[in-house]
């Protein structure tokens, strides 16, 4: 296995974080790469829903994926078991991405010509709500086990996203968990945001999620061309 | 169901939270009351094993419980209507409670003689391990869905507890999780961290945990009185 980089990085205290973030989606632009944040609870799936995905897209898009937690590079190290370009940002102590860490891990991979970069970004429902990595899309997951009373909780993060992964669908029947509960308290937050159920697992609902993300990446770079 | 108050608490920027957990300390020891801080992930089991807990005490010790949410009361109101006082605190966009805070909860419960005090974080494995909240007793919930790899990435919150709840342990049959690999991780981190499994579900383990506060809750009180 090849040797996964690990980059320390440090909180821009000084920058605005907006600007910065500004800054990655104007450079992102130019070479058509579309960037997803992916976040959620601890445990909820992060990792192998980038695993799912990279075996359900084939190598039609080329990707990178930049890993952050606070400390370790496991997850960096499975995704470059699967041959994509990977790189570990350790955040020390911090509690989410900010945009100039993801600009250091942009920097960090070994190509620019990538179609899509996805950050698995520190497991934590508060935190990374609050600041712009400079994505193009947002993308939760919620895992069954967490409970269909999330939304009232952590109301930030279900209404900044494009798209909730609700993972683990195979606990269902183990579970009180309501679906129809779930999207509702969802939905009231935000309208507009797509739901599929997955299972990481059993690789049910995969399908979908890859078909939307195959299409997200095309419509954005159509959308480049034509700018 | 009696009416839960809310309490809208801010971020004490100026105080020193050293000193004002010192001074939380000072305060509940001359009440004789221990205060135990529970943390976890989001949807780990918090409250589940707060209802537990006030089932397996049975009146025993003097309860009272504040609660922590960004937003809701949904989890005070289900302490309250068990009887047990509750307050419930909103942070608003706070990821943790620092001591100011909790100075705000136990001033809001409507008696001053507990003999326990459980504060339930928010739900977060990051920021709430950095914040002394003046707790004579620190303790964490992992359960068995979100994986056995998290002391790995995680490595505060596990160093800083007194004894780990692994909840939900009627979901190791559908799991990959191994329970000897988390015990060895986690002790690799805090070899005095006592171990407990858990599952609030079918209430396997819950004897345990309750004899364990129970236990403490009594010596912290003898200490008390040979001082």
Request: proline share 3%; with cysteine; hydrophobic share 45%.
């Amino acid at each position: 296995m090849e040797d996964v980089r690990m980059i320390e990085v440090k909180e821009e205290i000084l920058a605005d974080n907006s600007q910065v973030a500004a800054g990655v989606r104007k450079r992102l632009r130019k070479t058509k790469t579309m960037l997803l944040n992916l976040m959620s609870s601890p445990g909820s799936g992060k990792t192998s829903l980038i695993l799912k995905t990279i075996e359900g897209l084939q190598g039609a898009v080329r990707l990178g994926v930049i890993e952050a937690d606070i400390d370790s590079k496991v997850d960096a190290e499975k995704v470059a078991a699967t041959g994509i370009a990977a790189v570990q940002l350790r955040t020390g102590g911090f509690c989410h991405l900010d945009a100039t860490m993801v600009t250091q891990g942009i920097d960090a991979l070994p190509a620019n010509d990538f179609d899509l970069i996805i950050i698995e970004n520190v497991g934590n429902l508060v935190c990374p709500a609050e600041f712009d990595t400079g994505a193009y899309k947002n993308v939760m997951i919620l895992s069954v086990p967490e409970g269909d009373d999330k939304p009232l909780k952590y109301p930030l993060m279900f209404s900044i996203c494009d798209v909730l992964l609700v993972n683990k669908i195979d606990y269902l029947s183990l579970s009180d968990f309501d679906m129809a509960t779930l999207k509702k308290r969802v939905l009231a937050l935000n309208p507009n945001i797509k739901i599929i159920e997955v299972s990481c697992k059993t690789g049910q609902g995969i399908g979908d999620w890859v078909a939307w993300l195959k299409k997200e990446v095309n419509d954005f770079q159509l959308d480049q061309r034509s700018q």
